[in-house]
């Protein structure tokens, strides 16, 4: 693919900027990119393993000449970063984000953002239960699917060459407003999480059940769990308060409809459990279908 | 591994009895294996992919001269299967089965066994979402557990020779009584199944989320939740009527467990909820150590 920018700044280096880092490269998307981490160990690592051309030690100084500045830290950090690189941002510059909610990352982004740069949020649904700057991966967005909420009055010509970019590390694109944004994640990420991580809390709290029955018998389908529970804690706090909304509207019908199967489990209503369970087969074989799983039994563990 | 029994008899054929197969012969575990499934279609089937040496047309010919009979059927059939089979049980056999419950297997399966014959009931602690003659395979229980809840009484030697079946089919074994591993699997097991097959009907049911991006946007985590979700109906129908109890209790204590952290996130308490997710953390860690899950990020989904 071609070079589509001459510098691109990664602001936090985990998970996600790694991913990117990597993708870029396989694609020979940008002719440099320059990374920053709050904690010198962070930067350590990275220089360690070669992620980024070059890492620098103030934020400041990564994005000075960038004309993509990427932050990719937790949403409750974004609002903080986006003031302390704005004054040293490029005129013509796009600034993104890769956020896990988005109304809120644009509230906290956009009013510290100079005249004459854009900014456009993205979200790439595509992730992993590690973190941090040895975490990433060239393949982790392939074939999955980013989405943008741009802002009213995005510039076309800056929009279509920041999704030609998310296409060259081999995702999909979407557009939709923020609100729908964070409504559509509280559906398919951050209510699923926040029950991973609750019925984890609660094996690992039962005293009757030790410690060790709890991991010894979890491949009943327990491990599932614990594979989402293990995800970054400081990411997950900042998703729940920063998307609160519509994660507790999603909540209040989740719990709803367990009450309704509880009572049915109460009352023997076979009926009900059997063609609940049955409805639910179907979701399972569109993802399959639309390339957004494995279809191998258990994601293909006992693949040897 | 030396051979165990002359006959083994498998009554129903579906996921478990088609891993067990594959696994007895893998290791030469038994001279001859016998099925039989209530339908037609799927003793069709398994004489096509040659599952079981022979495939007979009655429960009571499969069992006849059976060393070992296995009920492989789900746990609401399984009282009237072993009635169906216990006049034609050898003296002398062992009769097992694999139901996912115990404490409503043993009451309905005990009553119907004849004097002279063994009764061991068994767990294998391995499955995957699919089901059916097709679904198994020799390296299902490779390094996961088998629970055994062996009534009073139960001949030593009987008990022994039975282990070495699951530990020729790659198990290990544990022992327990029936009613605490009813608790333990509605902990690792059965709650999650729960709570996966609501928050996947929760989803579907949204009118707002169209079925489409449910499905295109699965990879931020949901996606999990619908392989677990995708598992046989009348299998968990099953379960959940017959571990009525202990599935109670424990959803009463995720459902406690959630209140606390809606309201966490409902109040903004930020480090409620990252202590929370700080301490699960540890339990994937344990599974991991005890070869209980892949280690790599995405259960491998990624490598390629
Ligand atoms: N992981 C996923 O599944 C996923 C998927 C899609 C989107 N996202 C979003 O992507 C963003 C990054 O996630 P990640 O998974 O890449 O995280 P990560 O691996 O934990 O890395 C986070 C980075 O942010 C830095 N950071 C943390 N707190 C900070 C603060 N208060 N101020 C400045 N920098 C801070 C960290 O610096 P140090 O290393 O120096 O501590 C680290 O470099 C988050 O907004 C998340 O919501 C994540
Ligand atoms: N799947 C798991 O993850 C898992 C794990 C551990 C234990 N188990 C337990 O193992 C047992 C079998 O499960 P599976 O996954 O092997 O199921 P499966 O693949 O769905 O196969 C079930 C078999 O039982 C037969 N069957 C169904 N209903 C019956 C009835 N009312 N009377 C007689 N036979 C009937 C079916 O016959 P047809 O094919 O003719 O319909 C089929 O051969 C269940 O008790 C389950 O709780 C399952």
């Known amino acids: 693919m071609a070079q589509l920018y001459d510098r691109v700044a990664l602001i936090g280096l985990g998970l996600i900027a790694g991913s990117m880092f990597h993708a870029i490269k396989r694609a020979g998307l940008a002719g440099e990119v320059v990374g920053y981490a709050r904690s010198a160990e962070t930067r350590d690592v990275a220089r360690e393993i070669g992620l980024c051309d070059r890492v620098v030690d103030s934020a400041a100084e990564a994005v000075e000449g960038a004309d993509l500045v990427m932050l990719c830290v937790p949403v409750g950090a974004m609002g903080a970063v986006a003031a302390e690189v704005a004054p040293a941002l490029k005129q013509g510059a796009l600034v993104s984000d890769v956020g896990s909610t988005k109304v809120a990352v ?3 982004v956009a009013p510290h953002l100079p ?4 900014f456009i949020p993205a979200h790439p649904l595509a992730g992993t239960e590690q973190s941090g700057p040895r975490s990433g991966f060239a393949e982790l ?7 943008f909420t741009p802002l009213e009055g995005t510039d076309p010509d800056v929009l279509a060459r920041y999704k030609s970019l998310w296409n060259g590390m081999g995702a999909n694109v979407d557009e ?11 559906v398919t990420s951050h209510t699923p999480h926040l029950i991973a991580y609750t019925m984890v ?3 690992d709290d039962l005293q009757r059940v030790t410690d060790s029955e709890v991991v010894k018998y979890s491949a009943a389908g327990f491990r599932d769990f614990t594979r989402i529970a293990a995800s970054d804690p400081t990411m997950w706090r900042d998703v729940f308060l920063s998307n609160k909304e519509a994660t507790l509207e999603i909540l209040g019908r989740f719990t709803e409809e367990l009450f309704a199967l509880q009572r049915a489990i109460r ?6 459990l059997h063609d609940y369970f049955t409805r639910t087969r ?20 006992n693949a040897k």
């Not at 005249?115 to 854009?118: A, F, K, L, Q, T």
């Not at 009352?267 to 009900?272: E, F, P, Q």
């Open 115 to 118: 005249e004459g740069v854009h």
């Open 201 to 203: 809390g609660v094996a």
């Open 141 to 147: 967005f392939d074939n999955l699917w980013c989405l």
């Open 176 to 186: 939709m407003d923020a609100p729908h944004h964070d409504l559509v994640l509280a």
């Open 106 to 108: 644009i509230e906290a």
């Open 282 to 301: 179907a979701v399972r074989r569109g993802i399959i279908d639309a390339g957004q799983d494995t279809d191998m039994p258990n994601f293909g563990r």
């Open 267 to 272: 009352t023997g209503d076979g009926d009900h």
